[in-house]
C-alpha cells in the first residue's frame, strides 16, 4: 500500500473517533447538567480542557458559557478539532482514499459530512436540537465503523485505519478521565458524595463504560472505575485494551510477534507493558494526572513512530537525490 | 392527478431528439413517452429530486476552480435520457473508429516518417508549432503504436439532423465517470423502462479500460495506477472512481520515485515497480526534470523512464497536438490520406485564421461566427459572434490580428435539443455528445456517452465550468 495511502486511511479514522468522541462528551455532559442538584453551577469548562484547546478558546471567546462550549466544539471552523473539522478532515481523507474503501464506507462517511455540513448552516439550535444532533452523529460514526469491519478486508489499510482509530480512543479516555480526576471535583470533603457519583456514572457513560462497569464491579468507585478504564483488558474502550488491539495490528503490519522490527512496535510494546504490569493503587498514590499526562505523550511518540516507520517517503527521496547525484 | 402535457412543447425550429417537425414523437422515443404521459409533472419532479440527492449521497461531485478551495458542485443530471436508435449509433461508432485510426497514424507519422508534410497534407509549420508538439518524441514508438489509447470527442448534431464532429480530445477526457454513474442512477429512476426497452449496457467500460492498458505490457499481472493531480483538482471523483472500479492503484507524483530509470511507487513495505500508468495530469506537469519545472504534480524522471520503455503512459504524451483546433480542420484531409476513404462523421466547417482569405472572411463575419481560441478548452476563450456585443467583437478582432495562429471560427450551430426539466414545465435545452473509445488491441466505442446539456434557457454552451449539466445517454439495441 502507498504509504500516503496508508498515512491518509489513519487519519481518516482518527479524525472520525475524535468526532464521535466530541459528540459522547457533550451529550453526557447535557445528561450531567439535568441531574445536578439545585444550584449547583453546570460546568463547561472541563469539556475543553479534555480536548486540550483551551489556549484555543481562550483565544477566541471572553468567558466560558454553555452556548460557546458547545459552538466550539461542534461547529467552530476557527477550531481544527470541532466536530464540523473532525468530520470534514475525515472526508477530505476519504475521498483521497476513494480507491482503497468501499462504496459503502464512502457514502455513509459522505452522509454523515452533510448531516453535520447542515447543521452548522442552522442559526440557534435548541437544546433538543442539539441533542439529537449528537445521538446522530454517535450513531452515524458507528455506521461507519459497522460498514468498515463488515466490508473492508483485512488487509494493510484496515489495519492502519484500526491502529488511527484505538490510538485515538486511548487518548481520549485517558483525557476524559483525567477531567474527572483533577477538575470536576473542587474539593476533597466532596469524594463520596452524590455529585461525585453522579460525575462518575457522567464519566462512565461518555466513554459507553456503564453498563460493563456495573457488570464487572457493581458499586462505583473512583479508583475501580480509574483501574477499569485503564487498566482493563476485556472492556474495549480502557487505554490498556487499546494498546494490546494496536500491537495486534503493529504485529500483523510488521510480520514480527517476538520482539519488534521497527520503533513503533518497541515503543507500543514497552509502554503496554508498563501497563500490564501496573497497580491502581500506585497510580492514584503516585499522582494519577502524572500518569495520565504520560500516557498522553507516549501515544503522541508512538504516532510519530509509526508515522516514521510506514509513511514516511523521506528516505526515498534522500536515495533518490543521492543517484542523481551519482 | 394532472398528467404530463407535452402539448405546448416547442420545438422553435430546432432539431429536437424527441419530436420531429410536426411535433410527433419519433421512433426511439416511442416507449419512453408512453411511460411519461402516464406521469404527472409532481411525480418527476419527485424523481428529479431523488436524483439530486443521490448524486451527493455518492459524493459525485467536482471543485470549481474559480471558486475557493472546498466549494463543491454536482454535474446536474437531467433525468429524461437522451435516446439514439441503433442504426444511429452503428454510424456513429464506424466513423469514430476511422477517425481515431487516423488520427493516431497522424501522430506516429508527425512524430517519425513526417510524410504527411512531405506530402504537403497539411504545413510542417503549423505542427511543429504548436506547443502540444513535443519535440523530445521525435523517432519514438510508443508501445504497440497506439498513442491515444483513450478518446472522448465531442459531437453535435446540426439542424439538418446530421452528427458533427466538434472537438477532439486525446489528453485526458474527462466524464466518463458521470457516463457510467448516471447510468446507475437513471436505472433506479425508471427500473422499469430497462426492462421494456433494450438499452445497450456500459457497465463493462472500466473493465475494458482495464484490459486496455494490460494490453499494452508483456507483463503477467502488470502494476497499473491512476495517476492524479489531487483531490482539489475538479475531475478527482473521476480519477478516483476508476482507479477503484478497476482495482488500480490511485498516485499522485509524490507516491513515485523513478530509480534506474524504472518507475516505483513508495508503499508501506518499500518500493514497488509500477508499469502503465493511465495519467490525468497533463503534458507540461508529468515530469519537471523536462517540462514545466515547477511543476510538483509530476515525477522526476517519469518522462526518462517512459521513452526508455520502462513505463506506458496513456495516453501517450505528445497526443494534444490534435487537440489543437486548428489541426482540426485538418482532419478530413488527413482521414482521407491515412485511409484512403472519405471521412464519415464530417467535421463542422472551419475557418482558419492562419490561412489569409480565412482571416478576412473571420473578420468580416465575425458577428455570425463562433471564435475559438485553438488552445482553450472548458469553454473560455471564446466568442459566440451572435451573442456578443459589438465591444466584444472589436476585443476579438485586435485578438486575431495579434496572432491569428491562435484563432479559428465556425459558423454558429444551432445544437440539437432534448426535452429537460425545468422549473415545473419540460422545455428543449440543447445538447451534445460525448462518446468514448478505448484503443487497445481494437478500437472499442463504448455504446452510451455523456450528453452534455446547457441548462440555462436559450444558451449552447455545455460545459460543467459554464452551467451545463448531463443526460444519461441510452442507445438501444434494436
Given at each position: 500500500?502507498?504509504?500516503?495511502?496508508?498515512?491518509?486511511?489513519?487519519?481518516?479514522?482518527?479524525?472520525?473517533?475524535?468526532?464521535?468522541?466530541?459528540?459522547?462528551?457533550?451529550?453526557?455532559?447535557?445528561?450531567?447538567?439535568?441531574?445536578?442538584?439545585?444550584?449547583?453551577?453546570?460546568?463547561?469548562?472541563?469539556?475543553?480542557?479534555?480536548?486540550?484547546?483551551?489556549?484555543?478558546?481562550?483565544?477566541?471567546?471572553?468567558?466560558?458559557?454553555?452556548?460557546?462550549?458547545?459552538?466550539?466544539?461542534?461547529?467552530?471552523?476557527?477550531?481544527?478539532?470541532?466536530?464540523?473539522?473532525?468530520?470534514?478532515?475525515?472526508?477530505?481523507?476519504?475521498?483521497?482514499?476513494?480507491?482503497?474503501?468501499?462504496?459503502?464506507?464512502?457514502?455513509?462517511?459522505?452522509?454523515?459530512?452533510?448531516?453535520?455540513?447542515?447543521?452548522?448552516?442552522?442559526?440557534?439550535?435548541?437544546?433538543?436540537?442539539?441533542?439529537?444532533?449528537?445521538?446522530?452523529?454517535?450513531?452515524?460514526?458507528?455506521?461507519?465503523?459497522?460498514?468498515?469491519?463488515?466490508?473492508?478486508?483485512?488487509?494493510?489499510?484496515?489495519?492502519?485505519?484500526?491502529?488511527?482509530?484505538?490510538?485515538?480512543?486511548?487518548?481520549?479516555?485517558?483525557?476524559?478521565?483525567?477531567?474527572?480526576?483533577?477538575?470536576?471535583?473542587?474539593?476533597?470533603?466532596?469524594?463520596?458524595?452524590?455529585?461525585?457519583?453522579?460525575?462518575?456514572?457522567?464519566?462512565?457513560?461518555?466513554?459507553?463504560?456503564?453498563?460493563?462497569?456495573?457488570?464487572?464491579?457493581?458499586?462505583?468507585?473512583?479508583?475501580?472505575?480509574?483501574?477499569?478504564?485503564?487498566?482493563?483488558?476485556?472492556?474495549?474502550?480502557?487505554?490498556?485494551?487499546?494498546?494490546?488491539?494496536?500491537?495486534?495490528?503493529?504485529?500483523?503490519?510488521?510480520?514480527?510477534?517476538?520482539?519488534?522490527?521497527?520503533?513503533?512496535?518497541?515503543?507500543?510494546?514497552?509502554?503496554?507493558?508498563?501497563?500490564?504490569?501496573?497497580?491502581?493503587?500506585?497510580?492514584?498514590?503516585?499522582?494519577?494526572?502524572e500518569y495520565l499526562d504520560n500516557i498522553q505523550?507516549k501515544l503522541n511518540d508512538i504516532s510519530s513512530?509509526?508515522?516514521?516507520?510506514?509513511?514516511?517517503?523521506?528516505?526515498?527521496?534522500?536515495?533518490?537525490?543521492?543517484?542523481?547525484?551519482? | 392527478?394532472?398528467?404530463?402535457?407535452?402539448?405546448?412543447?416547442?420545438?422553435?425550429?430546432?432539431?429536437?431528439?424527441?419530436?420531429?417537425?410536426?411535433?410527433?414523437?419519433?421512433?426511439?422515443?416511442?416507449?419512453?413517452?408512453?411511460?411519461?404521459?402516464?406521469?404527472?409533472?409532481?411525480?418527476?419532479?419527485?424523481?428529479?429530486?431523488?436524483?439530486?440527492?443521490?448524486?451527493?449521497?455518492?459524493?459525485?461531485?467536482?471543485?470549481?476552480?474559480?471558486?475557493?478551495?472546498?466549494?463543491?458542485?454536482?454535474?446536474?443530471?437531467?433525468?429524461?435520457?437522451?435516446?439514439?436508435?441503433?442504426?444511429?449509433?452503428?454510424?456513429?461508432?464506424?466513423?469514430?473508429?476511422?477517425?481515431?485510426?487516423?488520427?493516431?497514424?497522424?501522430?506516429?507519422?508527425?512524430?517519425?516518417?513526417?510524410?504527411?508534410?512531405?506530402?504537403?497534407?497539411?504545413?510542417?509549420?503549423?505542427?511543429?508549432?504548436?506547443?502540444?508538439?513535443?519535440?523530445?518524441?521525435?523517432?519514438?514508438?510508443?508501445?504497440?503504436?497506439?498513442?491515444?489509447?483513450?478518446?472522448?470527442?465531442?459531437?453535435?448534431?446540426?439542424?439538418?439532423?446530421?452528427?458533427?464532429?466538434?472537438?477532439?480530445?486525446?489528453?485526458?477526457?474527462?466524464?466518463?465517470?458521470?457516463?457510467?454513474?448516471?447510468?446507475?442512477?437513471?436505472?433506479?429512476?425508471?427500473?422499469?423502462?430497462?426492462?421494456?426497452?433494450?438499452?445497450?449496457?456500459?457497465?463493462?467500460?472500466?473493465?475494458?479500460?482495464?484490459?486496455?492498458?494490460?494490453?499494452?505490457?508483456?507483463?503477467?499481472?502488470?502494476?497499473?495506477?491512476?495517476?492524479?493531480?489531487?483531490?482539489?483538482?475538479?475531475?478527482?471523483?473521476?480519477?478516483?472512481?476508476?482507479?477503484?472500479?478497476?482495482?488500480?492503484?490511485?498516485?499522485?507524483?509524490?507516491?513515485?520515485?523513478?530509480?534506474?530509470?524504472?518507475?516505483?511507487?513508495?508503499?508501506?513495505?518499500?518500493?514497488?515497480?509500477?508499469?502503465?500508468?493511465?495519467?490525468?495530469?497533463?503534458?507540461?506537469?508529468?515530469?519537471?526534470?523536462?517540462?514545466?519545472?515547477?511543476?510538483?504534480?509530476?515525477?522526476?524522471?517519469?518522462?526518462r523512464a517512459y521513452l526508455k520503455g520502462n513505463?506506458?503512459?496513456?495516453?501517450?504524451?505528445?497526443?494534444?497536438?490534435?487537440?489543437?483546433?486548428?489541426?482540426?480542420?485538418?482532419?478530413?484531409?488527413?482521414?482521407?490520406?491515412?485511409?484512403?476513404?472519405?471521412?464519415?462523421?464530417?467535421?463542422?466547417?472551419?475557418?482558419?485564421?492562419?490561412?489569409?482569405?480565412?482571416?478576412?472572411?473571420?473578420?468580416?463575419?465575425?458577428?455570425?461566427?463562433?471564435?475559438?481560441?485553438?488552445?482553450?478548452?472548458?469553454?473560455?476563450?471564446?466568442?459566440?459572434?451572435?451573442?456578443?456585443?459589438?465591444?466584444?467583437?472589436?476585443?476579438?478582432?485586435?485578438?486575431?490580428?495579434?496572432?491569428?495562429?491562435?484563432?479559428?471560427?465556425?459558423?454558429?450551430?444551432?445544437?440539437?435539443?432534448?426535452?429537460?426539466?425545468?422549473?415545473?414545465?419540460?422545455?428543449?435545452?440543447?445538447?451534445?455528445?460525448?462518446?468514448?473509445?478505448?484503443?487497445?488491441?481494437?478500437?472499442?466505442?463504448?455504446?452510451?456517452?455523456?450528453?452534455?446539456?446547457?441548462?440555462?434557457?436559450?444558451?449552447?454552451?455545455?460545459?460543467?465550468?459554464?452551467?451545463?449539466?448531463?443526460?444519461?445517454?441510452?442507445?438501444?439495441?434494436?
Amino acid at each position: 500500500m502507498l504509504g500516503r495511502v496508508a498515512n491518509t486511511i489513519y487519519w481518516m479514522n482518527r479524525y472520525l473517533e475524535r468526532a464521535e468522541n466530541y459528540a459522547r462528551f457533550m451529550d453526557v455532559n447535557y445528561n450531567l447538567s439535568l441531574e445536578l442538584p439545585p444550584n449547583e453551577v453546570e460546568q463547561w469548562q472541563p469539556l475543553v480542557l479534555i480536548t486540550g484547546d483551551w489556549e484555543l478558546y481562550e483565544s477566541l471567546y471572553p468567558n466560558v458559557e454553555k452556548s460557546k462550549v458547545i459552538y466550539f466544539l461542534t461547529f467552530d471552523k476557527e477550531n481544527p478539532n470541532s466536530i464540523f473539522n473532525c468530520i470534514l478532515n475525515s472526508r477530505e481523507n476519504a475521498r483521497a482514499v476513494r480507491a482503497e474503501i468501499t462504496k459503502e464506507v464512502w457514502e455513509q462517511i459522505n452522509a454523515l459530512y452533510y448531516l453535520v455540513k447542515n447543521a452548522a448552516a442552522k442559526k440557534n439550535q435548541s437544546d433538543k436540537e442539539l441533542r439529537r444532533l449528537f445521538t446522530d452523529i454517535k450513531n452515524g460514526c458507528q455506521l461507519v465503523y459497522g460498514m468498515y469491519y463488515a466490508t473492508i478486508s483485512r488487509n494493510e489499510g484496515w489495519h492502519f485505519a484500526k491502529l488511527g482509530q484505538i490510538i485515538e480512543r486511548a487518548d481520549k479516555t485517558s483525557r476524559v478521565l483525567d477531567a474527572k480526576y483533577h477538575l470536576l471535583l473542587k474539593s476533597p470533603k466532596l469524594i463520596g458524595s452524590s455529585l461525585d457519583l453522579i460525575q462518575w456514572a457522567a464519566l462512565l457513560k461518555s466513554v459507553s463504560a456503564f453498563d460493563m462497569y456495573r457488570k464487572k464491579n457493581g458499586k462505583l468507585t473512583s479508583s475501580g472505575i480509574a483501574e477499569f478504564l485503564i487498566l482493563d483488558t476485556e472492556f474495549p474502550r480502557s487505554i490498556l485494551a487499546c494498546l494490546l488491539s494496536a500491537e495486534r495490528c503493529l504485529i500483523t503490519l510488521s510480520g514480527s510477534s517476538v520482539g519488534f522490527s521497527n520503533n513503533a512496535q518497541r515503543q507500543l510494546g514497552v509502554l503496554k507493558s508498563q501497563l500490564e504490569y501496573a497497580d491502581i493503587n500506585d497510580i492514584i498514590a503516585n499522582g494519577m494526572h502524572e500518569y495520565l499526562d504520560n500516557i498522553q505523550l507516549k501515544l503522541n511518540d508512538i504516532s510519530s513512530a509509526i508515522y516514521n516507520s510506514f509513511f514516511s517517503i523521506e528516505p526515498y527521496v534522500q536515495n533518490q537525490s543521492q543517484s542523481q547525484v551519482q | 392527478m394532472p398528467k404530463l402535457d407535452f402539448s405546448a412543447y416547442d420545438t422553435k425550429g430546432f432539431y429536437d431528439e424527441m419530436f420531429d417537425e410536426n411535433n410527433n414523437i419519433r421512433p426511439n422515443y416511442q416507449l419512453f413517452a408512453e411511460r411519461l404521459q402516464n406521469m404527472s409533472q409532481k411525480k418527476l419532479n419527485t424523481l428529479q429530486h431523488a436524483t439530486d440527492r443521490a448524486q451527493l449521497s455518492f459524493g459525485m461531485t467536482f471543485n470549481v476552480y474559480s471558486d475557493n478551495q472546498g466549494i463543491e458542485r454536482i454535474l446536474h443530471l437531467d433525468i429524461i435520457p437522451r435516446i439514439i436508435a441503433n442504426n444511429e449509433w452503428n454510424h456513429l461508432e464506424k466513423g469514430l473508429q476511422q477517425r481515431i485510426k487516423a488520427l493516431n497514424l497522424f501522430i506516429q507519422d508527425i512524430y517519425n516518417d513526417q510524410n504527411v508534410f512531405k506530402d504537403k497534407i497539411i504545413p510542417k509549420e503549423m505542427i511543429l508549432s504548436s506547443v502540444s508538439y513535443l519535440k523530445e518524441l521525435v523517432g519514438f514508438k510508443p508501445p504497440k503504436d497506439i498513442w491515444c489509447h483513450i478518446t472522448g470527442s465531442d459531437l453535435i448534431k446540426g439542424g439538418d439532423g446530421m452528427y458533427y464532429v466538434l472537438e477532439d480530445n486525446l489528453r485526458c477526457p474527462s466524464g466518463v465517470s458521470y457516463m457510467l454513474e448516471n447510468r446507475e442512477i437513471l436505472k433506479r429512476t425508471f427500473p422499469e423502462l430497462f426492462e421494456k426497452l433494450d438499452v445497450k449496457p456500459v457497465y463493462n467500460y472500466t473493465h475494458t479500460l482495464r484490459d486496455t492498458l494490460e494490453s499494452l505490457v508483456d507483463i503477467d499481472k502488470p502494476t497499473v495506477a491512476v495517476m492524479t493531480p489531487g483531490i482539489y483538482n475538479s475531475a478527482y471523483f473521476e480519477h478516483s472512481y476508476l482507479a477503484q472500479q478497476m482495482g488500480a492503484e490511485l498516485v499522485e507524483g509524490r507516491d513515485l520515485i523513478v530509480k534506474n530509470d524504472m518507475v516505483y511507487m513508495i508503499t508501506t513495505n518499500g518500493l514497488k515497480r509500477v508499469d502503465v500508468i493511465y495519467r490525468r495530469v497533463d503534458d507540461d506537469f508529468i515530469d519537471p526534470e523536462v517540462f514545466n519545472k515547477k511543476s510538483l504534480l509530476g515525477t522526476p524522471g517519469l518522462f526518462r523512464a517512459y521513452l526508455k520503455g520502462n513505463v506506458v503512459l496513456v495516453n501517450a504524451p505528445g497526443t494534444g497536438v490534435v487537440d489543437d483546433k486548428a489541426v482540426y480542420a485538418y482532419i478530413p484531409r488527413i482521414i482521407k490520406y491515412y485511409m484512403g476513404e472519405d471521412m464519415i462523421l464530417p467535421n463542422v466547417k472551419t475557418y482558419i485564421c492562419d490561412e489569409k482569405d480565412d482571416c478576412k472572411y473571420v473578420i468580416e463575419n465575425i458577428h455570425n461566427l463562433v471564435v475559438k481560441q485553438t488552445d482553450a478548452s472548458g469553454g473560455y476563450g471564446m466568442l459566440i459572434g451572435p451573442k456578443s456585443t459589438k465591444k466584444e467583437q472589436e476585443e476579438f478582432i485586435a485578438k486575431i490580428k495579434n496572432k491569428p495562429r491562435n484563432y479559428i471560427a465556425q459558423p454558429m450551430i444551432n445544437l440539437s435539443r432534448v426535452p429537460t426539466i425545468a422549473d415545473n414545465t419540460i422545455e428543449g435545452r440543447h445538447v451534445d455528445l460525448r462518446p468514448y473509445a478505448l484503443y487497445g488491441e481494437d478500437i472499442k466505442i463504448i455504446p452510451g456517452a455523456l450528453t452534455r446539456v446547457a441548462l440555462k434557457k436559450g444558451s449552447i454552451v455545455v460545459n460543467s465550468s459554464q452551467g451545463g449539466g448531463s443526460k444519461d445517454t441510452w442507445v438501444l439495441n434494436s
